[in-house]
């Protein structure tokens, strides 16, 4: 009416004008309903009717009135709309075309047309397309949203699809590089040393194609240990700023998914003229050190090119075998590799000691491998155990990207560094109370240095329980990326740049041009800008999430029957909110909720304490983060890709109960929960 009535539209903007407005996002509910989430925590419930004109995750401005003495917020101006581009899925409407955005809190089917060139003929119900938001209600005089369908990603049963749509989610490529016709060395003015006679050696997975080091260990008559780390070279075919280089830096990172990976270069370089295979010659930027009988690197750091031949092209579970039980039934080394074997082995020894000494040392966790069939379905989950020739890797790694961060530092003062801050500047009075009642032997200005802060967590390591550890992770900073030395406190280490992954991360192709420019005493041909760690950052992170979106549609998939089979599963708890706890499943790493209703349906009994990382049944602490219990599967939902659980530890009333209580009333807060 009031739109049809000028002078009753602007009486009712002039009342508008009056009344109080507030500033939130939105935040949707099952029920058609919403709320306004103001910044000071306060929530302001959304009838239906206003909710038909905001999606959740808009940020607007609302008038706040009371209706039926109730407040209420009525959104009227969109600020910052929470879906532009986005993945989604073809309904058909009276033969008309819509989508329905692939996101647990958007549901309903947005009015869609597909771009010019795109044959609407091709989009049948369930495909998945990408989709962009052209018509938002609060915007213009629109009044109905609206998207455009610009790319018909794969058919509704693509069994890839999980690929597929992921890898558009987060707009990454889904294929290699293309190949180029012919590659050839570029002419950098290095001499390269002929090192082909060493015998180099590579441990790797039993399928890993793009080998990107090889060792070569001597041990000392003192004890000591002369370790030459080759690390394979790609930049000595792409140019900086040539359109592969450029292709590099804008992936930033092979792509690594569950059952398949993307590499950053073309696998003719990655997989061939790059890696260092056994018996094939290959260029290779080395570093050489000493390190002594108690796991200390000298300062004798050399970096140089050289050519290398791998002799040995060996398997982690072989050499692990080897070492760990005195043989293995696949595999018998010559005595040339075994010797190499055992020096790396008792070099990595002396290191990993001097490291749990002295700096950090992450506990082993398992990595989780999924094995699939040749039309993509999940055949199982292995659990790859850190076993012994993985720790040798990882400790001559280590110690490369140690000497590589002391080199850069030294020559140039910068580099593309990684680095952490210890605990957030913001957060460490609040971690410092939780020290304080665990009677943990650290005052706060201990913890703001280096030293301080690895003693912490060579404390926490020692502790029989996790959960202090767990729990002060919370406070603590993220790892970052810059280009200036900084020490990495996680890592308990001064000085940390990594080099040893060039074919797979393009930060590590500039720490290459550095230290080649080091080695020839030239000025660098790429210098890594201001820019560089927020760069990489936002590369790692939607790898990261891409990985494990992936991963969590293929545990729905694995688990479907779990439920009906109720199979009894051990979990460990990782997080806890007030609306239950999050748990990792140990026996194929697959992550679950378990809402509190579910560990307890009684409101008046449990308490889950988010900031304390505990949930108190009858006031008494029952659960806290690094718990191991045995869960079932109450519920796979498919459509979201989220597991839900429950314990198998069941709660009675207390006996002092002879009826059960009446449950409190919902608030607005449950109902949103």
């Known amino acids: 009416m009031f739109q049809d009535n000028p002078l009753l539209a602007q009486l009712k903007k002039q009342i508008q004008e009056t009344l109080p407005k507030k500033e939130g996002s939105i935040k949707a509910t099952d029920r058609g309903f919403g709320f306004l989430e103001v910044d000071n925590k306060e929530s302001i419930f959304i009838p239906p009717n206003y909710m038909k004109n905001v999606m959740h995750g808009d940020r607007v401005m609302a008038v706040i009135r009371t209706e039926k003495e109730r407040e209420v917020a009525e959104p009227q101006e969109l600020l910052e709309q929470f879906i532009?581009?986005?993945?989604?899925?073809?309904?058909?409407?009276?033969?008309?075309?819509?989508?329905?955005?692939?996101?647990?809190?958007?549901?309903?089917?947005?009015?869609?047309?597909?771009?010019?060139?795109?044959?609407?003929?091709?989009?049948?119900?369930?495909?998945?397309?990408?989709?962009?938001?052209?018509?938002?209600?609060?915007?213009?005089?629109?009044?109905?949203?609206?998207?455009?369908?610009?790319?018909?990603?794969?058919?509704?049963?693509?069994?890839?699809?999980?690929?597929?749509?992921?890898?558009?989610?987060?707009?990454?490529?889904?294929?290699?590089?293309?190949?180029?016709?012919?590659?050839?060395?570029?002419?950098?003015?290095?001499?390269?040393?002929?090192?082909?006679?060493?015998?180099?050696?590579?441990?790797d997975g039993e399928s890993t194609k793009d080998m990107d080091d090889a060792l070569y260990t001597v041990v000392n008559d003192d004890g000591s240990f002369e370790l030459t780390v080759a690390i394979a070279d790609p930049t000595s075919y792409i140019a900086v700023g040539d359109k592969m280089d450029d292709e590099a830096r804008q992936r930033g990172f092979t792509i690594y998914l569950p059952g398949r990976n993307i590499p950053m270069l073309p696998r003719e370089l990655s997989d061939e003229l790059c890696s260092l295979m056994e018996d094939e010659t290959r260029p290779a930027i080395c570093c050489r050190v000493t390190v002594d009988q108690n796991g200390v690197i000298s300062d004798d750091i050399t970096f140089f090119a050289a050519w290398i031949k791998s002799q040995g092209r060996l398997a982690y579970d072989n050499v692990s075998d080897l070492l760990e039980n005195g043989h293995c039934d696949n595999w018998t080394p010559s005595d040339v590799i075994l010797?190499?074997?055992?020096?790396?082995?008792?070099?990595?020894?002396?290191?990993?000691?001097?490291?749990?000494?002295?700096?950090?040392?992450?506990?082993?966790?398992?990595?989780?491998?999924?094995?699939?069939?040749?039309?993509?379905?999940?055949?199982?989950?292995?659990?790859?155990?850190?076993?012994?020739?993985?720790?040798?890797?990882?400790?001559?790694?280590?110690?490369?990207?140690?000497?590589?961060?002391?080199?850069?530092?030294?020559?140039?003062g910068l580099g593309v560094y990684n680095y952490h801050n210890g605990f957030n500047p913001e957060k460490i009075d609040a971690a410092m109370d939780f020290l304080k009642d665990a009677e943990a032997p650290f005052e706060k200005e201990q913890l703001l240095t280096l030293e301080g802060f690895s003693a912490l967590r060579r404390w926490l390591n020692s502790l029989d329980s996790t959960y202090l550890d767990n729990r002060l992770r919370k406070f603590q900073a993220y790892s970052e990326v810059g280009n200036t030395p900084a020490p990495h406190f996680a890592m308990g280490l001064d000085v940390y740049a990594t080099w040893t992954s060039p074919i797979r991360k393009y930060g590590d192709m500039i720490n290459h041009r550095l230290l080649k420019a080091l080695i020839t005493d030239q000025e660098p041909s790429q210098k890594p800008d201001d820019s560089v760690g927020e760069e990489i950052a936002g590369h790692r992170r939607s790898h990261r999430m891409a990985e494990r979106d992936v991963a969590d549609w293929l545990y729905v998939r694995l688990l479907k029957d779990a439920v009906k089979a109720e199979t009894v599963f051990t979990a460990e708890i990782f997080d806890i909110n007030r609306a239950g706890m999050r748990v990792r499943l140990l026996e194929n790493g697959a992550a679950a909720f378990i809402p509190a209703p579910l560990i307890l349906d009684n409101k008046t009994r449990i308490e889950c304490n988010g900031d304390l990382g505990i949930i108190n049944i009858d006031k008494v602490k029952e659960y806290q983060l690094g718990d191991h219990f045995e869960v079932v599967l109450a519920e796979v939902r498919d459509a979201t890709r989220q597991l839900v659980a429950k314990p198998v530890k069941q709660f009675p009333a207390p006996e002092a109960e002879n009826k059960p209580e009446q449950e409190a009333p919902a608030t607005s807060e449950d109902n949103a929960a």
Request: proline fraction near 7%; charge should be neutral; include cysteine.
């Open 84 to 203: 532009t581009r986005f993945i989604g899925r073809v309904k058909l409407i009276r033969d008309r075309l819509h989508v329905v955005p692939d996101h647990p809190q958007l549901k309903d089917a947005i009015k869609a047309r597909p771009v010019k060139g795109l044959n609407p003929e091709l989009l049948k119900e369930g495909d998945w397309v990408v989709a962009h938001m052209t018509r938002h209600p609060l915007v213009g005089d629109n009044k109905t949203f609206f998207c455009e369908i610009r790319e018909k990603i794969t058919d509704s049963n693509d069994k890839i699809a999980p690929w597929w749509v992921t890898l558009a989610r987060h707009d990454l490529p889904n294929a290699e590089p293309a190949p180029q016709e012919n590659w050839s060395m570029l002419d950098e003015g290095l001499e390269r040393q002929d090192l082909t006679a060493l015998p180099f050696i590579t441990i």
């Open 339 to 412: 010797e190499q074997v055992k020096a790396l082995q008792s070099f990595a020894n002396a290191r990993s000691d001097w490291r749990s000494k002295n700096a950090v040392v992450f506990p082993d966790r398992p990595d989780y491998r999924f094995e699939l069939s040749e039309d993509n379905d999940v055949i199982a989950i292995h659990t790859d155990p850190r076993r012994t020739a993985n720790r040798m890797i990882e400790e001559a790694m280590i110690t490369a990207n140690i000497c590589a961060g002391r080199a850069l530092k030294e020559k140039f």
